[in-house]
């Protein structure tokens, strides 16, 4: 009970938006919930309640219309015991517009066209690709539009829909529907103004800014680079960004495992030759390929030589392995017993013996495309558990595993954008590692759920001195570069739901990352790892194993103690003929021999213990 007690509130406290989700909430919260064994931890809030046993009773939700989080923000909430502030923004249609390119060729290097997904017939209205502006023509209606600031919006929705639906009018009610959009609209750009200044509020408070932030801003705005793009990606010059797809029409599907596959086998097959060759100049291992918009802009030479040289500044940054070890041992050390960090240290000292000091971007890019995959992974368990009815406590917690999946998949864009992928042995060791570490994941969590989150919040937690060291060694560099455009993209975007999704250490839509350069995203890519370790820490209850470290480490020492002796006995009963012994009619090797009794019970016991 003391447990159900604990937990429940994480799941009943929250505020909700989505009515699913309301509806979800508010008929949990209002459910009897645990009593008795439903206590237990993978009990059923709808369990039926028995009158001899005594109850637990979840606090009711406190609930925000227009906020929305998950069981981790809602206890995190409690903890600040604040009020958040409702996320503004609307729609995708903005994110951004269609994009038509074509490939460009100069002399001297090679350009290579960014894949495009636009049709031939792609705005034939001749429009921008841009969501039209709402339309203002309902006259009738624009005081009241006017007003919308102090009228609620159900207010503005009765008043509306009564008057429409009582005349019957088409043109009147279509009339009405477009001041409805426009008066959304107008509330959506004031929320949206009003979370800008929060954010910035916020910003200003936690990182005032310095002398020297402005000296950088302002030496910044001179660099030759400020309108320099910086697209050197292998994957991306085959297969494109996702910003690109024209958002008026689907994406399409690939194509037949076997054609796709075949199709990639032969691109890297040639890079591999290159690869075995020494050859690190050759397109697909190492060569120079720059990517250019196919938006029908000119592309100077003066435009390529630049993002040639922006290339060639890249090359130069530097990333000391010595001084990330020196910050994680001058940080408090996160909790966890050595059967996660024996694992974790081999990992970290195998990227340190692969990544030398002078390849930083690729050894990111490697990360990030291992980081990806324990998200993916929790949410395969999770899905597969609420598929046999196992546990569905956690259900929303996917949300913000596929939000967090999310934003690593945009930290390997941009590191692809600074040309992280760009050799054959890189793309190689990372893809087929991130699928073992994947398969690694899914039988941890089978394990120990709490020991998989552990091992996520030590990487996690190496990630943020890893970025933290690059940004403190390359800031004068990093502060001249611009972003990429994938960068500005995700942090800037306008629809930043999913990225609110995970930001779990701090209050929900406080943080705004403004990125104009470099620095500036590796700043934004550090704080989406410390969010990760925070995120990753409260996945691990309170109540489970991790609790007492030391616990899991004697548990540790009993499994190998008993698997060692275990095969001891074996050996032992092999060598001295024990197993085929008969003694006063009993078989001898039917208990010691190697399929015996007491071989069959030591097998057992480290099951026993990690139940
Ligand atoms: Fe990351
Ligand atoms: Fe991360």
Redo the contacts with the bound molecule.
């Keep these: 009970a003391a447990s159900c007690a604990r937990r429940l509130p994480s799941l009943f406290s929250r505020g909700c938006a989505l009515q699913s989700d309301t509806m979800s909430a508010s008929s949990l919260a209002a459910a009897p919930t645990c009593r008795g064994t439903a206590a237990s931890s993978s009990s059923s809030p709808w369990r039926r309640s028995h009158p001899s046993t005594s109850s637990c009773r979840a606090p009711q939700s406190t609930r925000h219309p227009g906020l929305q989080s998950s069981p981790i923000h809602a206890r995190q909430q409690q903890r600040w015991q604040r009020q958040q502030v409702a996320a503004g923004g609307s729609g995708i249609g903005q994110l951004l517009g269609r994009h038509r390119r074509f490939g460009v060729t100069l002399p001297k290097r090679k350009l290579v066209a960014r894949a495009s997904y636009d049709h031939p017939d792609d705005r034939a209205d001749g429009s921008d690709g841009e969501c039209p502006a709402p339309s203002s023509s309902s006259s009738s209606f624009s005081s009241s539009v006017s007003s919308v600031s102090s009228a609620t919006d159900e207010e503005i929705y009765e008043g509306f829909a009564s008057s429409s639906l009582s005349n019957g009018n088409l043109e009147t009610l279509n009339a009405e529907i477009d001041a409805l959009a426009a008066a959304r609209d107008a509330a959506a750009a004031a929320a949206s103004a009003a979370q800008a200044a929060y954010a910035r509020a916020i910003a200003a408070r936690d990182e005032p800014p310095t002398a020297s932030s402005d000296e950088a801003a302002i030496l910044y705005n001179a660099s030759p680079y400020v309108n320099v793009e910086c697209e050197y990606g292998y994957i991306q010059s085959n297969v494109g960004l996702y910003i690109d797809i024209s958002k008026a029409r689907p994406p399409g599907v690939p194509k037949n495992v076997l054609a796709i596959s075949i199709e990639n086998f032969q691109r890297e097959l040639a890079a591999m030759g290159a690869a075995m060759r020494g050859e690190d100049n050759q397109e697909g291992n190492g060569g120079s390929d720059i990517l250019v918009p196919e938006d029908g802009s000119e592309v100077t030479d003066e435009a390529v030589e630049l993002m040639s040289e922006l290339r060639d500044r890249l090359v130069e940054l530097e990333l000391s392995n010595d001084a990330i070890w020196d910050r994680e041992r001058a940080r408090p050390e996160v909790p966890a017993p050595w059967i996660i960090k024996v694992p974790y240290f081999v990992l970290c000292y195998f990227l340190d013996a692969m990544y030398p000091e002078n390849r930083p971007i690729q050894r990111f890019w490697f990360?990030?495309t291992v980081?990806r995959m324990p998200y993916f992974s929790y949410n395969t368990m999770l899905t597969l558990y609420e598929l046999l009815g196992w546990w569905r406590r956690s259900s929303e917690l996917r949300r913000v595993h596929f939000a967090e999946e999310w934003?690593?998949y945009h930290?390997l864009l941009i590191h692809e954008s600074l040309g992280g992928d760009r050799m054959w042995r890189d793309r190689f060791l990372a893809q087929h590692s991130a699928l073992l570490y994947y398969v690694v994941l899914l039988g941890l969590w089978l394990v120990s759920p709490a020991l998989a989150y552990n091992f996520s919040e030590l990487i996690e937690a190496h990630?943020v001195d890893t970025y933290a060291q690059f940004a403190e060694q390359n800031k004068a560099a990093l502060r001249l570069l611009p972003a990429p455009r994938i960068a500005k993209a995700y942090y800037e975007s306008e629809d930043l739901y999913l990225f609110d999704e995970f930001q779990t250490a701090r209050p929900r839509s406080s943080r705004r990352p403004e990125i104009r350069t470099l620095y500036d995203t590796f700043l934004a890519?550090r704080d989406?790892?410390g969010e990760?370790v925070a995120t990753m820490k409260e996945c691990q209850m309170e109540d489970s194993m991790m609790a007492d470290v030391n616990r899991v480490n004697v548990g540790t020492a009993a499994v190998v103690f008993f698997v060692g002796a275990n095969l001891w006995l074996q050996r032992l009963a092999g060598s001295a003929g024990l197993d085929t012994l008969e003694m006063d009619g009993m078989d001898a090797g039917e208990i010691l021999g190697e399929d015996g009794l007491i071989a069959m019970f030591f097998r057992l016991i480290p099951f026993l213990l990690i139940l």
């Design positions: 990360l990030e980081a934003n690593e930290h990630a890519i989406d790892e990760h």
